[in-house]
T-cell receptor, first 113, second 113 residues
Framework: LAKTTQPISMDSYEGQEVNITCSHNNIATNDYITWYQQFPSQGPRFIIQGYKTKVTNEVASLFIPADRKSSTLSLPRVSLSDTAVYYCLVGEAGSGNTGKLIFGQGTTLQVKP | KAGVTQTPRYLIKTRGQQVTLSCSPISGHRSVSWYQQTPGQGLQFLFEYFSETQRNKGNFPGRFSGRQFSNSRSEMNVSTLELGDSALYLC????????????FGSGTRLTVV
């Protein structure tokens, strides 16, 4: 499973767009890129997943360049409730490594009023 | 639909005791995996069960064990508790245990004194 590197922390203000970039230089051909969000004392929550180019859902967008060695999670117009830890994961557990998600240190996003 | 339910939410135990935590997955999900989260080590995979069989295991001592019942509910047991076992224990359920679509519970906060 590919190792990921992301900033430890980020600050933003309400209403701004936030972009969190994740590096994954050793991503394999079959790997997907997935982002989870975690609030204190809660379990991680799936945000978005992609393989290449751009994916958008009601919560966020995920931008993946052609070489797939990095990805950027974009949160539009953040609010105070978006204050959380965001994890970038690469390489979903395949059939040979079931149930195992590899979480890095994550990025703590602090949204200020 | 109901989410992943973990009980109890909070638990205080004394060093040397044992503890059992419970996880009820989303209806229809057959894979249940367990994670330990501590400030120092982050989120670490413990083990995964599918159809009552342990399919995958992380690097934890044998004091950590689990089982899964025919209705997919799972229990995790920690024997001879140590202070370092204090953590948030999370379980995640999914249909198959690979691919995306893991749903986490809110966790059990275990404090060992």
């Amino acid at each position: 499973l590919a190792k990921t590197t992301q900033p430890i922390s980020m600050d933003s203000y309400e209403g701004q767009e936030v972009n969190i970039t994740c590096s994954h230089n050793n991503i394999a051909t079959n790997d997907y890129i997935t982002w989870y969000q975690q609030f204190p004392s809660q379990g991680p929550r799936f945000i978005i997943q992609g393989y290449k180019t751009k994916v958008t859902n009601e919560v966020a967008s995920l931008f993946i360049p052609a070489d797939r060695k990095s990805s950027t999670l974009s949160l539009p117009r953040v609010s105070l409730s978006d204050t959380a830890v965001y994890y970038c994961l690469v390489g979903e557990a395949g059939s040979g490594n079931t149930g195992k998600l590899i979480f890095g240190q994550g990025t703590t996003l602090q949204v200020k009023p | 639909k109901a989410g992943v339910t973990q009980t109890p939410r909070y638990l205080i135990k004394t060093r040397g005791q044992q503890v059992t935590l419970s996880c009820s997955p989303i209806s229809g999900h057959r894979s249940v995996s367990w994670y330990q989260q501590t400030p120092g080590q982050g989120l670490q995979f413990l083990f995964e069960y599918f159809s009552e069989t342990q399919r995958n295991k992380g690097n934890f001592p044998g004091r950590f064990s689990g089982r899964q019942f025919s209705n997919s509910r799972s229990e995790m047991n920690v024997s001879t508790l140590e202070l370092g076992d204090s953590a948030l224990y999370l379980c995640a359920s999914s249909l198959q245990g690979y691919g995306y679509g893991y749903t986490f519970g809110s966790g059990t906060r275990l404090t060992v004194v």
